[in-house]
């Protein structure tokens, strides 16, 4: 079955940092943008980051530029998105998505392949 696999999350206080990890099994991730997702309590679920298929480019929402990193390892068949400076705010479920357009150009509203379950990150003192 084709599947993405996040991990990685957890609790963490204000501040600090954790890095999530995105795996495929049954498909390759070389051939595809992949986004990353987030969805706090009671809100609408938004856009965090996306990688091109080759890691060539990469886009960031504004509440996180500077704090997180996203970054791919095809041959590893992973993407993994490094989140610093942790705030209460970036407290949700994140998710991964995979795009066959390979680039991601309008990629909060694209639409994409194949979702992940989630892994919940929580900041909090």
């Known amino acids: 079955q084709l599947q993405l696999v996040e991990s990685g999350g957890g609790l963490v206080q204000p501040g600090g940092s954790l890095r999530l990890s995105c795996a495929a099994s049954?498909?390759?991730?070389?051939?595809?943008?992949i986004g990353w997702f987030r969805q706090a309590p009671g809100k609408e679920r938004e856009g965090v980051a996306c990688?091109?298929?080759?890691?060539?480019?990469?886009n960031y929402a504004d509440s996180v530029k500077g704090r997180f990193t996203i970054s791919r390892d095809n041959a590893k068949n992973t993407v993994y998105l490094q989140m610093n400076s942790l705030k209460p705010e970036d407290t949700g479920v994140y998710y991964c998505?995979?795009?066959?357009?390979?680039?991601?150009?309008?990629?909060?509203?694209?639409?994409?392949?194949?979702w992940g379950q989630g892994t919940q990150v929580t900041v909090s003192s």
């Open positions: 049954g498909f390759t991730l070389e051939y595809y943008a």
């Open positions: 990688i091109s298929n080759s890691g060539g480019s990469t």
């Open positions: 998505a995979a795009s066959g357009l390979r680039l991601c150009v309008l990629w909060m509203l694209s639409r994409y392949d194949y």
